[in-house]
């Protein structure tokens, strides 16, 4: 599978953004995805995952009550809806496919990054 990141882009804090991850290749079902990210001079985080039919999300503590991930299989995309954004969720944002796992594990499918800046 291929994965194809988008929306990143600079937001003021308290502000929203919307990334969306585009899949080509096999059947989109056939995957759990999952959102990480990585800001400059730290390990990359787990942001969030849903599993492959969308029944089940999971999110880390840091974004919960403000992060979204949803999923459209008929339109092979999905979706990190962010808001209350802060300066701390700065970061490059990727997103994550795999066949038999969902979480906060290890995927087998990366995508680009797209940037995410927030400004205080």
């Known amino acids: 599978v291929q994965l194809q990141a988008c929306g990143g882009g600079l937001v003021q804090a308290g502000g929203s953004l919307r990334l969306s991850c585009a899949a080509s290749?096999?059947?989109?079902?056939?995957?759990?995805m999952g959102w990480f990210r990585q800001a400059p001079g730290k390990e990359r985080e787990f942001v969030a995952a849903?599993?492959?039919?969308?029944?089940?999300?999971y999110y880390a503590d840091s974004v919960k009550g403000r992060f979204t991930i949803s999923r459209d299989n008929a339109k092979n995309t999905v979706y990190l809806q962010m808001n209350s954004l802060k300066p701390e969720d700065a970061a490059v944002y990727y997103c994550?496919?795999?066949?038999?796992?969902?979480?906060?594990?290890?995927?087998?499918?990366w995508g680009q990054g797209t940037q995410v800046t927030v400004s205080s």
């Open positions: 290749g096999r059947t989109f079902s056939s995957y759990a």
């Open positions: 994550a496919a795999d066949e038999s796992r969902v979480g906060d594990v290890t995927y087998n499918y």
């Open positions: 849903i599993s492959w039919s969308g029944g089940s999300t």
